[in-house]
């Protein structure tokens, strides 16, 4: 697909409020334009536009243009929309947060503490959906927000607010996968607490209580009650600077088990996982989930829906690079609905180059079923002729 056909269904009056004339030419000027630079920076895009007027010309008119309230809704309401045909029941919606910096800034309009703190940033999430085995996704929703910004209420309520949004697109289809590492445990609260709402959550807070018939334990001691009965061995793909100066394979036997529990604050009924985790150089250690996925008796259940959670974190790795490489710190706009509309715009940039993809991963697999290829530090040994084979 062409970026211009995509532009095209972007654009179908089908999807949302029909747009102008000239919204569907800034639309598709911007999109060619972030395509063609790289960047979010508009003199870029618009030296990409190659138009045959003066660049200061055209700066001016996308300027201009980008400053619309209504477009960004408009733009982010067709995005999900045509990501959300592609959601079914068992689709992840991995929800991920970030903090978008602008060094040094000043004057952009609700950026927070910029006075006193050169490394302010805005804050964005963005939930992004891909099938259980898949390795590839697509961009559904991304959301900026600023504590500056009026009516600001919480960094969970606008994490909140974006998993509900793109549910209520999808008809409630498709299983919400949080790391809460990145998103906090007060969004994982609001999520907990809503009935209506599928996930698989790794829990940071052990502290957390859950009930199991009439009685509370907390996560912590959930995870020495549960028998971890189902295992296998797995190399995890460890940046350089974490276990020494090089890239290195780590070992690790993974076992898991789980047991119904509620959750208090709805009374559902919901599945705890352990997981534990040990390797030749380290201790074990000990990771709880909560999931409402229900039939996870059997060994292909259970590890598979682990699977595709430790996969998740290839899924982001991936759209981080491709995002990055757009470099958004560079944005050069002093709204905030510019910026907002920019990083929609960014996001249906990257929505057509992941659809023309492919299906095949760009990078390593975090988390693999045999030894990494490559001239790695092991925490294993390898039969000869098999380091002979790996490192070619």
Known sequence: MSLDRFTDRLCA????????????????????????????????????????????????????????????????ERLL?????????????????????????????????????????????????????????????????????????????????????????TSNQGMVFIDNRTVSQAACDMIFADRTINYMILVEDHSMQVRVRNDCFSLEQMLDRVETRYGKILYKLVPVGILG?????????????????????????VNFISLRTKSSILEEHATPFLTTQTDLRSRKALMGLVDAFLSMGDILSMHRTLRDSFKPENFRVLSYKRLQLLMTLLEAVIGYEVSVGGDEMLTDQIFAKSPHDGQLQRTYLLPENESVALQR
């Not at 972030?34 to 895009?45: A, D, K």
């Not at 590839?136 to 504590?147: A, D, E, M, Q, R």
């Open 13 to 76: 009056d089908s999807l949302a409020k029909p747009l102008g004339k000239v919204d569907r030419k800034f639309v598709q000027s911007m999109l060619k334009g972030i395509s063609g630079s790289r960047s979010l920076n508009l003199t870029e895009i618009a030296r990409a536009l190659e138009e045959n007027i003066s660049l200061h010309a055209t700066h001016k008119r996308l300027s201009r243009n980008l400053y619309d309230e209504e477009l960004v809704e408009n733009i982010s």
């Open 81 to 169: 929309r045509l990501g959300s045909q592609l959601v079914g029941p068992n689709t992840r919606l991995i929800v991920h947060v970030s903090e978008l910096h602008k060094k040094f800034a000043r004057k952009i309009e609700f950026l927070p503490t910029a006075e006193e703190n050169a490394d302010a940033g805005f804050k964005v999430c963005e939930i992004i959906a891909s099938e259980p085995e898949s390795k590839t996704y697509f961009p559904l929703l991304t959301h900026v927000w600023s504590h500056e910004v009026p009516g600001f209420s919480s960094d969970a309520e606008e994490v909140f607010s974006s998993v509900r949004k793109v549910l209520n697109a």
């Open 245 to 269: 100066a090089a890239q290195t394979d780590l070992d690790l036997f993974v076992h898991a088990g789980c047991s119904g529990v509620k959750i208090p604050s709805s009374g559902r009924p």
